[in-house]
């Protein structure tokens, strides 16, 4: 937005205009606070904690992580039931038969038998490779929860450089505002100034106090996220380096890598599924002792069975139906991360081009409105321009210097998305 301002061109305007730089700038600092410089986009500039220090204090909070130990052990301890000759536990059965309730004429039978379930041909070999397959497929699920939990930690670190980069030109705003509405007030009392030129100075002072506490309040909201989500009270500096080019390659995507593993043990356990037709076998090793009657000796004899169940489509069909679904399932899920790991990359390097050249504009607008708002304070502190311009004048510096602040968070943002596009971790 462009502002036109009318001056009184006098003799002594022009001869002030003409006077040396140096008698400008002494007279500039002498009516208005010295401008602070502008906030880089770094959130935790303050703090000496890096990006991946706060990725992994988080990581250590995450269901997944505190989780890992035991779900590696679950899959060792599936594995080493997987070695063993027998299929599951065994289980023993005892028995007893007698003529006491009736005649009583002596007959006694003990019985005691062990059941020792086995694997069905082909079952433990497919047993063992699912177990493999998730085994191997672990890894790379954890690092991709780890890469989702990496975004996380970027957004908010981001969210959180903009809110303090606000807050900061929020205070310098205020400041700026109190120096003016004093200097105003001096020259009502002066009967330089008009009444309503000290209200509306005051009204700025207002206004810029409650955009400070909007700052402060916005601020301490995303801190508390923070420390939620990391358990940290420092924010790192989003100052993550570009990733070069053809620093990782499409198919080692941790995205990729865990959808491939996922369907590596949905096949493997389809297998399993197609391999397993009947319940398993079991051989049973019985020991018997028998009584006749009452004086009689007993005899001792050995019992042997095996248990071959039977398979069918009521037990397997509903089993290997589920499994064929489920890789259908992992197939498309597979396919679907593909296209999107494709589209955030290609997205994240567009964002990245235009923050470069929203940084360049913003600097631009920046560097005129400090020109404008440098001309403007000269004319008003003369008598050649009223209040209303010089405010107009304010806001627009404090606007050009806010968007070049946001662009230079914009563009660390755009190189950190940019890195959990490509599957990097800080």
Known sequence: MLYFFRFRFTWLACAALVLPVAFAMAAN?????????????????????????????????????????????????????????????????????????????????????????????????????????QRQGFEPQQLMARLKLAAEVRELAGSLAIARTERELAQRKHSEALALAQDVERRVKAGESARVDSLQAQSQVQQAASAKDQGEAALTRLQNQWQSLTGLKAVPALDEPLAPTGALAHAEHPALQAAQAQMQAVQAKLALAEADKRDPMALGVGVMREREAFGTAGENTLRLSLKIPFGGDNRNGPRIAAARAELDAAQADADAVVRQTRSELASATAELDAARRSQAAAAERARLGREVHSLVAKAFRLGESDLPARLRAENEKFEADLSLARARVDLQRAISRLNQALGILP
């Open 29 to 133: 600092a002498q009516t208005q606070p010295p401008t602070a410089p502008l906030p880089e986009a770094a959130a935790g500039s303050r703090s000496s904690l890096a990006l991946r220090e706060a990725l992994e204090a988080a990581w250590t909070m995450s269901t997944a992580a505190r989780s890992s130990e035991s779900r590696r052990a679950e899959v060792q301890a599936r594995e080493r039931a997987a070695s063993s000759w027998i299929n599951g536990t065994p289980s023993a059965t005892l028995a007893q038969r007698s003529d006491r309730p009736g005649a009583n004429r002596g007959f006694r039978e003990y019985e005691a038998e062990l059941e020792l379930p086995l694997w069905s041909p082909g079952v433990r070999s497919a047993t063992q490779r699912e177990l493999t397959a």
